[in-house]
C-alpha cells in the first residue's frame, strides 16, 4: 500500500493531533477529525488548535468517543479511511492515579475498538501513539525498543503498554499494519497546559512560583512536536508489519536546565516551590532512535533552546 491519501486521526484538536491533521492538509491529504473534546482542558482551545484545518475543504471534523463502537462504525464505514492515527487518549501520568478504571477504559477499551473497525472496514494501516512511559523506572540509559517493559509505575503507562499488545494481536490475527509510537515528551506550540514547559512559561509570565517535584535533577528527551510529526508521518506512510519504534530527540535534559533556558527566553526569573517527588513520575526518560532512524529515516534536528523559542512565540500569539 502506498502512502494513505485519506487518514482518520483520533485525538485530532489535541496538541499533536491537530499539528499531524495541518501536516497532512499541506501534503494534499484528505483528513479526518475525530474527537470527544474531553474537558481536561478547553474545549474552545482545542478547537482553536484546528482553526487552519476547518478553514479546508480537505478536512471533515467528526465529534465522537472512540468508545463509542457504533460511533465508530459509521465513522469507518462513511470515511472509508486508508490510514488511520490514532492518538485519542486520556493524557497524564499524574491524573491516571486518581482514575485508573476510566484511563484503562478510555485508552484500552478505546483502543480496540478503533483496531477493530479498522480491521472490519478494510485493514487501513494504523499508528498508534504509545509512550515512553512504558519503560518505567530506570536508571540506564538509552531505552531501546527491546528493552523489557513489563514493570510500568503507573496506570496511564500501563495503558499505554496495554494497546501496545492489542496492537499486536490484531497485526497476529489479522495482519493489520501497526506501528507503535513510543512519544518522549512532546513540546512546541499548542502544548496541553498541564505540560510542564507551558506551565512553567504561564506561571513565569505572572510572577507566580512553579511547582518543581523533586530537587530538579530529573532528565527529560524533549522533542519538538515538528520534529516527532514528521516521524509520526513516516510512520503512517511506511508498512512495517507490526513495529514499536522510539520517537525522541535522543538527548535527555535536565529540568533543572530547562528552567534555565525559559528563563532566558522569557527575560524573566524563575521563582520554584520545592515539592516532593510524585508517585508515577519516572526519574528519567531517554530514546534511543536508531531503529526509527533505520527503518523511516527519522531525524530530529531542533534544538531545546530554538524549540522553546519558538513556543514562547506562540505564547505571545496563540491565535
Known amino acids: 500500500m502506498s502512502a494513505p491519501g485519506r487518514v482518520l486521526v483520533t485525538g485530532a484538536a489535541g496538541f499533536i493531533g491537530s499539528h499531524l491533521v495541518d ?118 540509559g538509552p531505552f531501546r525498543e527491546s528493552d523489557p517493559v513489563e514493570r510500568p509505575i503507573s496506570p496511564y503507562a500501563a495503558t499505554k503498554r496495554a494497546g501496545e499488545l492489542m496492537a499486536h494481536t490484531f497485526h497476529h490475527a489479522h495482519g493489520l499494519s501497526v506501528t507503535c509510537a513510543r512519544i518522549f515528551t512532546a513540546y512546541g506550540p499548542r502544548q496541553r497546559p498541564d505540560l510542564a514547559i507551558r506551565k512553567f512559561s504561564e506561571r513565569m509570565g505572572r510572577g507566580e512560583p512553579i511547582p518543581v517535584f523533586g530537587d530538579g535533577s530529573s532528565l527529560r528527551d524533549f522533542t519538538f512536536v515538528t520534529d516527532l510529526v514528521d516521524g509520526l508521518m513516516r510512520g503512517l506512510d511506511r508498512d512495517l508489519g507490526y513495529r514499536i519504534l522510539n520517537f525522541g530527540a535522543g538527548n535527555p535534559v535536565r529540568l533543572s536546565q530547562v528552567i534555565e533556558v525559559l528563563e532566558q527566553t522569557l527575560g524573566c526569573r524563575a521563582r520554584i516551590e520545592r515539592l516532593p517527588p510524585q508517585t508515577g513520575d519516572v526519574h528519567r526518560t531517554w530514546a534511543d532512535i536508531a531503529e526509527a532512524r533505520e527503518a523511516l529515516g527519522y531525524l530530529p534536528a531542533t534544538s531545546l533552546a530554538d524549540g522553546i523559542a519558538c513556543f514562547a512565540e506562540w505564547l505571545r500569539d496563540p491565535a
Open 23 to 140: 501536516r497532512l492538509l499541506d501534503e494534499g491529504r484528505e483528513v479526518v477529525g475525530f474527537d470527544s473534546f474531553d474537558p481536561f482542558y478547553a474545549e474552545e482551545e482545542k478547537r482553536r488548535n484546528l482553526g487552519h484545518a476547518l478553514a479546508s475543504s480537505r478536512f471533515r471534523l467528526v465529534q465522537g468517543d472512540i468508545r463509542d463502537a457504533k460511533a465508530l462504525d459509521r465513522l469507518f464505514r462513511e470515511t472509508a479511511p486508508e490510514g488511520v492515527a490514532h492518538l485519542a487518549a486520556l493524557a497524564g501520568v499524574r491524573p491516571s492515579m486518581e482514575r485508573p478504571a476510566l484511563y484503562a477504559d478510555v485508552n484500552v477499551h478505546g483502543t480496540a475498538l478503533v483496531l477493530e473497525a479498522a480491521v472490519r472496514h478494510g485493514g487501513a494501516r494504523v499508528l498508534f501513539a504509545s509512550s515512553s512511559s512504558v519503560y518505567g523506572e530506570r536508571s540506564d
